[in-house]
């Protein structure tokens, strides 16, 4: 069994999704920072300066607690509806989803170009030497 899980781990494949899940997650940190520190200003500038992730509807008694400190009302536990945050959160998922399509996008391209400097496949190569030997 020890065998098998070690020839399991050294296959191309898991090293690569390794690399692929700690380097998303470095990513997802730019691509929050994109999104908290350049996107959603301008957005909120757009929209009357609005602050999207303090934007809130509160569902519960806040007690003593300030009604407008989103974040000390979630910290507290009391009901709210954060819709600021979905917002933020989907304009990140938007963001990341796009760069995504384009890196495989340059990638599929790049591969093109690859197959198309490879020259004649092995297919085109025996139909040539089929074809040279039926002349004969």
């Known amino acids: 069994m020890w065998n098998e899980f070690k020839d399991f ?16 997650g470095a990513f997802a940190t730019v691509v929050g920072s994109l999104t908290d520190d350049v996107i959603m200003p301008i957005i909120g500038a757009v929209f009357g300066g609005a602050d999207f992730s303090s934007m809130f509807i509160l569902l519960g008694d806040p007690g003593e607690i300030d009604p407008n400190n989103y974040a000390a009302l979630k910290e507290a536990g009391v009901a709210t509806l954060g819709y600021g945050a979905f917002i933020t959160a ?23 170009k690859k197959e198309e400097d490879a020259g004649p496949s092995e297919v085109d190569l025996l139909t040539e030497i089929r074809d040279a030997l039926k002349k004969d």
């Not at 989907?90 to 093109?112: C, G, P, Q, R, Y």
């Open 9 to 24: 781990i050294a296959k191309g494949n898991v090293m690569e999704l390794a690399v692929a899940v700690i380097i998303g």
């Open 90 to 112: 989907i304009i990140n998922f938007l963001i990341l989803a796009f760069v995504i399509f384009m890196l495989v996008k340059w990638v599929n391209k790049i591969m093109a």
